[in-house]
């Protein structure tokens, strides 16, 4: 289980140098001061997380894309997957047994991979529907938590075992970082081949399902899908979705797919609403965003992670790595651009393409390296403290904001009708009330009720040294 403790510094201080310094002191203070802009961006994230998360619905634009393209919700996974990876290589030089490493990592693979079938499984319906249980037919085994695990535990067994290699702190060159780090990018191209060999290569035959959905119309009426094709990236016939069916099972997949809101089915697209009567089969099909194949394509974003923190180790001087990092991120940026509109790879969140690695990851490291020079440099940190702590209280604003938590314990107490609840009234009095736009309203109330709340409540926390450990 994850912990709640009270500590004195914050649970992971982060070497940033470790430059030659006589008073032992000193030196002690700059090993173990933090890199600020990695809470910040961690708290972007997860903010961004509940933007688009609570309104979304009444703003499709930032939504995720309902198939090709990309939304600002489409930034949020791999975002998190760089932030991860800038901090395994700077969390895990401060432990210098590797089995206390892999014992470290083992352990927190695990408390992600339980709280991610527990929050995202079906278990809690909050803050919608105040029930609890699921149909053990119908638990989604894929999610959000469980692919940050998978890439975690993977690039952090190679950033253990190939310590040797990462002890040496001596500054590298822009271009031999890469090669003392060559064990990373051999596993980056392994998982590219293999994603792309299994993408370009399965044969996706025919295949049908039924609604077991009790609530749906359509309960127990079984569509058919026509496929029989290979090397298609289109929803109905692409690898991706074919190997979750197989080996997760249909009924165990995301049953809201973002491909509802496409054109092709749905009356009101981009909205989410009914589907058209004359929508494809495969419209009313679950299909899961966090499956087994993008998951795999989704280590990259984290490799690519790790490399930036790979800079700040080895890389002592502000403008070096700057130039370093708004390199890579515009070459990424490019590269992706360029695969998406010459229609090689199209940008695809829900099966995790190559070029839309390379699009989110470019961006991440350019947000990355504009928060580094604003706070680490220029220190500018008053304004983004929100963000901060944030950011050192992740795993506790995710649960009980992202995941809808707390707000599902709040819509627990109502005034004779349950719609007549706290939030209703704030968004309906305090918000609705002044702008007459439930769009305009929807998204204040995120900023302010919700995203500013926690952002004050993790400050509280903050302040008495309370972390969420995971």
Known sequence: MSEIKAETTHHHPLIISEPDVSDQQEKSHLKTQRLASLDIFRGLAVALM???DHAGGDWP??????????????????????IVGVAIALALKRIPDRADAVKKVIFR?????????????GFSHAPDELTYGVDVRMIRLCGVL????????????VEIFTKDVQDKDQSVGRFSIFRLY???????ACVLV???ALLYGTY??????TIINKDSADYGKVFNVTCGVRA?????CNAVGYIDRKVLGINHMYHHPAWRRSKACTQDSPFEGPLRKDAPSWCHAPFEPEGLLSSVSSILSTIIGVHFGHVIIHTKGHLARLKQWVTMGFALLIFGLTLHFTNAIPLNKQLYTLSYVCVTSGAAALVFSAIYALVDIWNLKYPFLPLAWIGMNAMLVYVMAAEGIFAGFINGWYYGDPHNTLPYWIKKHAFLGVWRSRKVSTILYVIFVEILFWGLVTGILHRFGIYWKL
Request: aromatic share 18%; net charge neutral.
């Open 50 to 52: 509940i933007l688009v």
């Open 61 to 82: 634009e930032i939504s995720h894309a309902p198939w090709n393209g990309c939304n600002l919700a489409d930034f949020v996974m791999p975002f998190f997957l760089f």
């Open 109 to 121: 693979t695990l408390k992600l991979l339980f709280w991610g079938i527990l929050l995202q499984g």
């Open 146 to 157: 469980q692919r940050i695990a998978l890439s975690y535990l993977l690039v952090s067994l």
């Open 182 to 188: 060559c064990w990373h990018w051999l596993m980056a």
């Open 194 to 196: 293999v994603y792309l």
């Open 204 to 209: 996706v035959p025919d295949w049908q399902f």
């Open 232 to 236: 298609k990236l289109n929803p109905p």
